[in-house]
């Protein structure tokens, strides 16, 4: 497994598609929510990625939070397969990277534990979005 760390311009055409795909994969069928997955954010942001085989098989991206200075939004984490520990590995990879930042993200109310494991805790009540509950979470 080969991991990336790549701005939105440094991406090639095919790592480019292999991220929509898997992304769309996971957010649009797999959990059943028809919403614009892709957006300006991607622009702006470093993509945290592992490839097998031509495939994405786990994926972040991270980009400066607009309206916080000085801290750096996580989302769009996803794996292609559950219960292999890529999630941790991605997780790892990552905060590699995020050492010392003030970090944000807004977890799926299911995975909030999984992020504790990393440092962050849960800031806000529940909220929808797209129809799924979330809860914000901080890691300073």
């Known amino acids: ?12 055409r095919d790592e480019l ?16 929510c028809a919403y614009p997955d ?13 490839m097998e085989n031509g495939k994405v098989s ?15 939004q996580i989302g769009r984490v996803l794996t292609a397969e559950h ?3 890529l999630g941790r590995c991605l997780m790892e990879e990552a905060l590699r990277d995020l050492r010392e930042k003030h970090l944000y993200l807004e977890a799926q109310v299911y ?8 440092g962050f805790r849960v800031v806000s ?6 129809g ?3 809860v914000c979470m901080r890691r300073d």
């Open 58 to 72: 786990a994926y972040l991206r991270y980009f400066d939070r607009p309206q916080e200075p000085g801290v750096i």
């Open 111 to 118: 995975a909030a534990g999984f992020y504790e494991r990393f």
């Open 1 to 12: 497994m080969i991991w990336c760390h790549k701005t939105y311009q440094e991406l090639t």
């Open 38 to 50: 892709l957006d300006d954010r991607d622009l702006f942001s470093t993509h945290v990625f592992a």
């Open 17 to 32: 598609f292999a991220i929509a795909r898997t992304r769309q994969d996971v957010f649009v069928v797999e959990q059943k």
């Open 125 to 130: 009540s529940p909220f929808e979005e797209d």
């Open 132 to 134: 799924i509950p979330h």
């Open 83 to 85: 219960g292999k520990g």
